[in-house]
Structure formats: structure tokens, C-alpha cells
């Protein structure tokens, strides 16, 4: 982990997606490296498997309410209407009941029975025209209101009455009897009240019943057919390749065509999700940054678009030609060309390297040989302090060779023999194009051309500092710990000459020089560096100092002008003229390029957005977002949160106190969602871009302009405390745990599609829910876990807890330990991707269950059109899963492999999955299948 320290992965990183870290912060953080740029890869076509079996429905999370399905009969039907009742007759009296019509009788079955009982008894069997069972059988036939009827001239009325009809005088009554109505007033009037009562009661309830039935039978049943549900059915559907058993690989089952769907056009080696998100942002941004600006908008906004005129004006930048190099080779107090082509200067050639090694920082925000950030101190967040150790911050200036990746193109042990040709390839190729360089630099730079012999070695020195350089600083970090060395600056230095003379060399490092150099006219800073200024320096790196040490004053002045003249100058060489361009593109392609260049408009856009992220955003956002969707997110993250915080109260490994002091953390953890608030505030957005001078026709000045504040800004810093605040740009496709703020990040540019805004909760709880829950996770996870709810690296777990902890983490490094990619002989890191893992396996948990309760809450959703056959647990889990869908070449998994804290992607969500039993659960896994492995399955959070 060759990173300005652990630091990128304590503070600044925890991202959610691998290789995602572009996007240049906001000028009061750090910058950060864009994407790498490396040939397209061809995506290993998806193995068919026949033995499909298709998904099955299962039950859905929570019972539909129940409603009965004529609701008039049980709670409506035969209205006692006795409040009406006319006068009652003795049924005794009645003899001969000859109309059968008025049997209109309600129809439950007891009734019928004793109605029919009732009219037997009063009717005689024989009468003639009266059929009982054909009247008293009918269906849907209701007594809702009496009946007349009249027997030898008197009229009676036929009542229905609750279940049983009673065969009493009440039932059939005769119509003008005064004397009964006025003996049986009083009881008539108060179970009039009574019932009515009970009618309104009734009535009420029906009402809610029936709301309450139609939601759910529209939530259950509709199909959804918003744009958003059709947009996100369509991507699902057309990623998913349902001749893969989800049980055998749900990675290939739900990301299986993807690559078919969204070809990589070649912009990216490692095309994902996130990607297609990214160039969304690009396009949006593009858009705007073409559109008309009036003097309303904001000046860095404005600004934004002069950078971008400036950058698309080749006209310009070829008349400008190579001025900016010359101006800026002065700056950092450096020769328009090195002394190295001057034979005659060699011998007693002296060069100050430490002080254009600040130049460089300070101008160009790069760090070279060595890497300097002021930031949080780890232990006490509350102030700012140096760290120091291998160099990590590349110059934000475009440029062709930026990534670590290609960084890689070093000699390096351990390497396979095919790999090792490849290296020799693109040494060979980096040599050639430096070679190139300098003779077109130098006929137009100087006066001078310098012979072939001498642009040869030139080329063989540059090139064998740089990868002795990148050997010296790849350390394989597994420092979990992140365990810091604070060291005096004198104490550094006896380590460093320490090492430097036992290699018989004389040192040409001071360290209290290139320190004090650095923090010389810096506003409000004055280093105490013999008593309260301290060096962190990461334990994995206490050794880069002193073999840097000992490098530098293994090499001969000259060559590291020399070396120091072309860090620089190819540091800006794209921002020249077009043929200075294209020569570079071309001469770099064999270790470099992506197959396809991009239009310059793009890459110009690309270029605004990680330089001025903050003020494009201003451009593009939805002005309503923080109305109407940040909300809806937070409630998201908060149904997670809960759901964590219930899985943490219920935990078996976990003592009393730990846990309170989990809940704690957990409830003091904030979340930055969208972009800030004060992002549309004209006024805040002129001061945060203050002191920025832009013109749309001198690009390379433009940068610098920005450039040259990283530096200084921080180095300022260094007596202030760093703010719980935004630390990316909203622009930024990725999600953050800074785990020194205690603070999740999630950008508006990853609140999109595939992530959010999927028509059905149930997606979007599948996709950015489990992207929430792998942030807040990492919080807890191996690392996260060291850093208290203030942001301190403190232990505040007990020992016991600590220690059940670790033992239950070795499941998780064991399982991801034992995967590898069938293409690469090479497993996993289980140990170096333990955080992410664990991240991933808790986020997915939580989501799970917040959107569990969210069904218990809402009630089932609608069905995803063309998905009606899965159910919404398995939605949920395609959901996840369609998140990791990518693209992704051998050399660039191979690099995963080795370096990222991720997995690749596939083994993210296979891993992840195998832990689930609800996954295994949702698709049916027979226990011993890929998805179902038999073995423990591994839990911590
Ligand atoms: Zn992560």
C-alpha cells in the first residue's frame, strides 16, 4: 500500500468502489489522483450453465392485511332495523301466508336456516304457494329494508334480524298494532342508540378496511410502470444472465451480459457501474459548461467555464507554445534545460535537491521523493500535525503516466515471466517517449539540441531513478494498527545518517532543512521542531526515510537535476502545444494509453470537475434535492442505522460496556448526503474559490492558479483544527467513512442510477442501501473500529471484546483468502481486504433488514415489470449484486489483486452473498451449492 500513509485509508479513503479515488478534492484537502488510464479489457464471456432453475416466489416479507371478500355481509347485512319496526302481530294468527316474494331474506347460512325454519312453523307445509327453498336459497339476495305484506287484508312487515333470526313476533309484525309500539317504546329507543352506534362503529370499520384492502392489494399486486421502474427493469433485466444458476454464481447470474450491454468504449481498464454513473456527471457537466452564463451566477462558476474555454483552446496553446514550462522550470529555481547536457558543468556540479523538492511540493502540490501532509493528528484530532514518508501526492496537472498503476512500469521482483516481458516492453516504450521529449523540448526551448548519446543516457538515468524510486517506496502495508513513530526531527535524522553511513555513503539529506524550508513564510505557522513538533512518520515506512536518505546520496547531483528537470517539465507537458500532445500520446501508448482517446471536450470537462467540483456542481445539481430527495436518504441511512444499532444490542460477543460505547459511536456518527448546503449560497462559493484568477485563454495558468494554493492552504493548517466537514467533491462517484471525522460522505453524484432512484424501495435498499450500510460499517470494521466516536485512534473496546473480534475475523480472511480469478494465478488477500469484506458483509445485512421493516411499515411494493416471477427478496439481492456488474482487464485485476484493499468486484458480491442466509434463503440454495456453501458462515456485524 504505497499511499501517503495509511492516512489515505484512516482518514480520506474507506471508499466504497475500488480504483475510484479521482476526482480532485476541494483545494482544502489533498489531492487526489485521477483515474487510471490503461488499455480496455475484453470481459471473459459469462459460462452457461443449463441447469438454470427458474426463481422461485417466496412468501412475501409480511402477510397482506387480511380482508374478507364481501365485507357488506359480516358487518353490514341484515340490518336490524327495529328502530322501524311497525307494531308486531302474533304470528299465531296467521294462517295463510300466501305471497312468497316477501322472503327477500338475507342470506348467511344460519339465517337462512332459521328463517326457513321460522316460515315452516308459521306457513303450513302443504301451502301452495310458497317455495320455501327456492326463495330461501337464492344467493346475493339481501334484506335491506322491510317488506310488506298483506294476509287477509292486514298488513304485516318482514324484518331481517342479526344472526339467528329469531323466529319471534319482532320478525313479522303487524303494521298498525299501537298498543305493542307504545309497550315496547322504551326498548326500542335505546337499542335504536345502541345500534346506531354499533352501525357507525361498523361503518367506520368497513372504511378502513376497505382503504386498507386496496392499498394492499395495489401494493401487492400492481405493477410498477413509473419511468424509473421501466428504466431500472430494463438494466436489471438485460445485465442478468438467467441461463446462470443464481445458487452456482450469482455475480455471472445478475452481471452477466452487462459487459454486452455497456460496452467499454475504451476510456476506462476497469469499466463498472460507478464508471457509467461518472460519465453521467461528465456529460451533465459538459452540458452546462457549454450552456450560456449570465453575470447571476456565482464567479467560480463562471470561472469553471473559462478553465474549460481555456483548456479546449489549442489555437492558444500553440501559440503559447512552451512558455509555461520555461516560466514555471524558474519557479521552482530549476534550468530551462539541465545541466546534464552541459559536459563541461559535471564535475563539480552541486545541486540544492531539497529546496526544488519544496518548490515542487509548494508550486505544484507534488510530492516527489518525498511525501509531506499536514493533517488531523491521528491520536488527538483536535490538532494538526506533520506527517512524513513515501511520496503520495502526484502533481494534479494532466498527464499521461499518473496512475499507480502505471507507476508499476518498474523493474520489480516476483514477478511472472510473462508480466516481466511486458515490464521490458514498456521500459523500453517510456524511454523511447522520454528520448522524444527532450529533442523536441530542446529545439524549442533552447538553442541547443544535445546529441543522441547524451538523450540516451539521459533517458536510461530518468529511467532507472524512476523505478528505483517506486521499488523504494512500494511497501506492502499491512498495518492494521496504523501505528505512527513520532519522531523528533533530530531523532529522524541520527536514524537516517545512521543508515546512510553504514552504506559508506556521506548524507545529503537534512531533514530539519527540507522541513523548516517548507514552513518557511507560511502564515501563522512557527515550527517548534526540537520540543513540540513532532514527525509522524507510519510504522511500515520508518524505513523510506533513511533508504531514501541513502538513494538520494548514492547519486550524483547532476542526474538528480536531471531527473528532478524532467519530473517537472513532463509534469506540464500536455498542457503545451498539440504536437507536444500528441507525440506524448503516441510515444506513451504502449504503456499507457486506453485504446480510445476521448474527445477533448470530455477530457476537458473531466478536468473541471476535479479541479472546481465544487462550483460545476452548483451547475448541475437538482436546486430541490435537498427538499425533496436528501431527506429520503436520510430516513434510508437512519433505518439502517437502526437496524444496526438492534443487531449490535442483540450481539453474544460483545460486553456490556463495548456496546454502550458502540451505540455511542454510532449515534454521534454524522452523514454528509448530496452536496453542502452552502453550495448554492453565492456568496460562500466566491470565498471558498477566493484568490483564484482565471482567463479562457491561458489554461495552463488557470491550473496553476489553483495548483499552487494546495500547499500552502495546508501547510497553514497546520496550527487550525480540522473541520467535521465535506471532504470530496459532490461530483464524486464514491461514498466516504472518514473515520478521524467519525463521518459518512455520500455525494450527490452516486445518489443515480444503477444506485438510487430504481422505482422500488426494495431496489434501492438493495443498491445504495447496502453502499450506506458498507460506510457505516466501516466505522466498526478492522480498522474503524480503533478510532473512538470522537475520531481519536484510542482503544476503546475491552480486551476481551477486542480479542473475540479478532478470532472472529479470521473466518472472514480465510473465505476471501481462498478466492482467486481463474485467469490469474493469485488469491485474494484475505487479511488486506478484511475491512472492505467486513464493510461489504455488515452493509448488506443492515440494508436487508432496514428494508425489511420498511415492508413492515409501508407494506409490500408493487412488482418490477418483467420480474413479477421473483420475489421481492430476491429483488433486493439482484439489486445488490447489479451495483458490482464491470468490465475489467487482466492487468488491471492483477493490480487489484495485489494492491487494492477491495476485491474484485465479482467476489464481492459472491462473498458477501455466501454469509447471507437470507440470500440463500430468497433463491433456494441447497445447502453445499457455490451460494450455499457448507461451512460456517461468517458474521461479525
Ligand atoms: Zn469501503
Redesign the pocket.
Known amino acids: 500500500m504505497n499511499l501517503l500513509f495509511v492516512l489515505a485509508v484512516m482518514m480520506v479513503a ?3 468502489a475500488p480504483g475510484l479515488d479521482f476526482g480532485f478534492p476541494s483545494i482544502h484537502s489533498a489531492p487526489i489522483f485521477p483515474a487510471p488510464v490503461i488499455p480496455s479489457p475484453i470481459f471473459p464471456a459469462p459460462t452457461i450453465i443449463k441447469s438454470f432453475s427458474a426463481p422461485v416466489i417466496s412468501p412475501p416479507l409480511i402477510k397482506a392485511p387480511i380482508v374478507a371478500p364481501s365485507p357488506f355481509i359480516k358487518t353490514i347485512a341484515p340490518v336490524p332495523v327495529i328502530k322501524h319496526v311497525a307494531p308486531a302481530t302474533s304470528y299465531a294468527s296467521i294462517t295463510h301466508y300466501a305471497v312468497s316474494p316477501v322472503v327477500k331474506l338475507s342470506v348467511t347460512r344460519d339465517q337462512r336456516m332459521t328463517v326457513k325454519r321460522f316460515y315452516n312453523k308459521i306457513l303450513p307445509a302443504h301451502h301452495q304457494y310458497v317455495d320455501l327453498n327456492k326463495v330461501l336459497w337464492s344467493k346475493n339476495r339481501y334484506l335491506t329494508k322491510m317488506e310488506n305484506v298483506t294476509e287477509n287484508g292486514k298488513i304485516y312487515t318482514v324484518m331481517s334480524k342479526e344472526t339467528p333470526v329469531s323466529p319471534d313476533l319482532h320478525n313479522l309484525v303487524g303494521v298498525k298494532s299501537r298498543s305493542t309500539v307504545y309497550k315496547k317504546k322504551d326498548v326500542y329507543k335505546r337499542l335504536s342508540i345502541v345500534l346506531a352506534i354499533l352501525i357507525v362503529i361498523l361503518f367506520i370499520a368497513f372504511i378502513i378496511a376497505l382503504a386498507e384492502y386496496i392499498r394492499a392489494s395495489k401494493m401487492s399486486k400492481t405493477i410498477c410502470v413509473s419511468e424509473e421502474c421501466i428504466r431500472s427493469a430494463a438494466n436489471l433485466k438485460l445485465s442478468m444472465d438467467l441461463s446462470v444458476n443464481p445458487c452456482d454464481d450469482f455475480y455471472k447470474f445478475t452481471c452477466g451480459r452487462w459487459s454486452n450491454e455497456h460496452p467499454n468504449h475504451g476510456w476506462y481498464p476497469h469499466f463498472s457501474s460507478f464508471e457509467t454513473a461518472d460519465e453521467k456527471v461528465a456529460i451533465s457537466v459538459l452540458e452546462f459548461l457549454k450552456s450560456n452564463m449570465s453575470n447571476k451566477y456565482p464567479l467560480p462558476v463562471r470561472q469553471a467555464k473559462d478553465l474549460y474555454l481555456s483548456c479546449m483552446d489549442t489555437a492558444t496553446l500553440d501559440k503559447l507554445g512552451y512558455n509555461g514550462i520555461i516560466k514555471y522550470l524558474h519557479e521552482v529555481k530549476l534550468p530551462v534545460m539541465p545541466n546534464f547536457f552541459n559536459k563541461t558543468a559535471h564535475a563539480d556540479f552541486k545541486f540544492d535537491w531539497i529546496k526544488v523538492e519544496v518548490a515542487l511540493k509548494k508550486t505544484f502540490a507534488m510530492d516527489n521523493f518525498i511525501g509531506l501532509l499536514v493533517d488531523a493528528d491521528i491520536y488527538n484530532r483536535s490538532r494538526n500535525v506533520i506527517y512524513m514518508g513515501t511520496p503520495d501526492s502526484p502533481c494534479p496537472l494532466p498527464s499521461p503516466v499518473k496512475s499507480k498503476n502505471n507507476q508499476k512500469i518498474a523493474r520489480r521482483n516476483n514477478v511472472e515471466e510473462k508480466d516481466l516481458e511486458k515490464e521490458k516492453l514498456k521500459a523500453e516504450a517510456y524511454k523511447r517517449m522520454v528520448k522524444e521529449v527532450i529533442k523536441r523540448l530542446s529545439l524549442n526551448i533552447s538553442s541547443k539540441v544535445p546529441n543522441d548519446l547524451l538523450v540516451d543516457e539521459a533517458a536510461n538515468v530518468i529511467w532507472n531513478i524512476t523505478s528505483d524510486l517506486t521499488e523504494l517506496a512500494d511497501i506492502n502495508s499491512t498495518n492494521n494498527d496504523l501505528q505512527f513513530y513520532k519522531f523528533k526531527i533530530d531523532e529522524l535524522q541520527s536514524l537516517s545518517d545512521d543508515y546512510v553511513g553504514k552504506n559508506n555513503l556521506s548524507s545529503k539529506v537534512s531533514w530539519r532543512r527540507y522541513v523548516t524550508v517548507m514552513f518557511d513564510n507560511v502564515a501563522n505557522v512557527t515550527l517548534d521542531l526540537n520540543s513540540t513538533d513532532y514527525i509522524y512518520v507510519p510504522l511500515e515506512e520508518v524505513n523510506y526515510l533513511p533508504e531514501l536518505a541513502a538513494y538520494v546520496s548514492s547519486i550524483p547531483d547532476i542526474y538528480l537535476e536531471l531527473y528532478m528537470w524532467w519530473i517537472t517539465t513532463y509534469t506540464m507537458i500536455l498542457s503545451t502545444t498539440t504536437e507536444m500532445a500528441d507525440l506524448v500520446a503516441r510515444e506513451s501508448e504502449p504503456f499507457v494509453t486506453s485504446t480510445t482517446y476521448r474527445s477533448r471536450s470530455l477530457d476537458c470537462t473531466s478536468l473541471v470537475i476535479n479541479f472546481m467540483g465544487v462550483a460545476v456542481s452548483y451547475g448541475i445539481v437538482d436546486k430541490t434535492f435537498t427538499q425533496s430527495i436528501k431527506p429520503k436518504v436520510e430516513t434510508m441511512l437512519s433505518d439502517i442505522k437502526s437496524a444496526f444499532i438492534e443487531r449490535v444490542k442483540r450481539l453474544k460477543w460483545m460486553d456490556k460496556e463495548t456496546k454502550q460505547a458502540t451505540l455511542e459511536k454510532t449515534k454521534e456518527m454524522i452523514s454528509f448526503i448530496g452536496f453542502p448546503e452552502w453550495l448554492m449560497d453565492k456568496e460562500i462559493i466566491e470565498q471558498y474559490y477566493t484568490n483564484i484568477t482565471m482567463r479562457n485563454d491561458t489554461f495552463l495558468e488557470n491550473m496553476m492558479a489553483m495548483v499552487k494554493l494546495f500547499t500552502p492552504t495546508q501547510l497553514e493548517s497546520l496550527r487550525e483544527e480540522t473541520e467535521r466537514t465535506w471532504k470530496t467533491d459532490p461530483t464524486t462517484v464514491n461514498a466516504y467513512n472518514y473515520f478521524s471525522d467519525n463521518s459518512i460522505t455520500v455525494p450527490i453524484a452516486i445518489l443515480t442510477q444503477p444506485f438510487y432512484h430504481l422505482g422500488l424501495e426494495v431496489l434501492n435498499y438493495g443498491a445504495i442501501g447496502s453502499i450506506l450500510g ?2 457505516l460499517t ?1 466505522g466498526f470494521d478492522n480498522i474503524g473500529r480503533r478510532f473512538d466516536k470522537f475520531g481519536n485512534y484510542k482503544q476503546w473496546w475491552s480486551n476481551a471484546t477486542i480479542e473475540t473480534f479478532e478470532n472472529k475475523t479470521q473466518c472472514f480472511i480465510n473465505q476471501y483468502g481462498n478466492f482467486s480469478i481463474p485467469t490469474i494465478e493469485q488469491k485474494v488477500d484475505g487479511q488486506r481486504t478484511l ?2 469484506n467486513l ?1 461489504d458483509n455488515g452493509g448488506l445485512h443492515h440494508a436487508y433488514l432496514a428494508y425489511k421493516n420498511v415492508v413492515k411499515k409501508n407494506g409490500e411494493e408493487s412488482k418490477l415489470p418483467g420480474f413479477q416471477n421473483f420475489s421481492s427478496k430476491q429483488l433486493f439481492f439482484i439489486a445488490f449484486g447489479s451495483i458490482w456488474c464491470e468490465s475489467i482487464d487482466r492487468d488491471s485485476l492483477k493490480f487489484q489483486l495485489e494492491n487494492d484493499e ?1 476485491c474484485p468486484s465479482s467476489l464481492r458480491v459472491i462473498g458477501t452473498l455466501q454469509n447471507s442466509h437470507e440470500f440463500a434463503e430468497a433463491f433456494k440454495c441447497p445447502l453445499g451449492s457455490n451460494m450455499n456453501p457448507k461451512r460456517e458462515r461468517c458474521r461479525i456485524w
Open positions: 474507506a471508499e466504497a458498507h460506510e466501516h475491512g472492505e464493510a477491495h
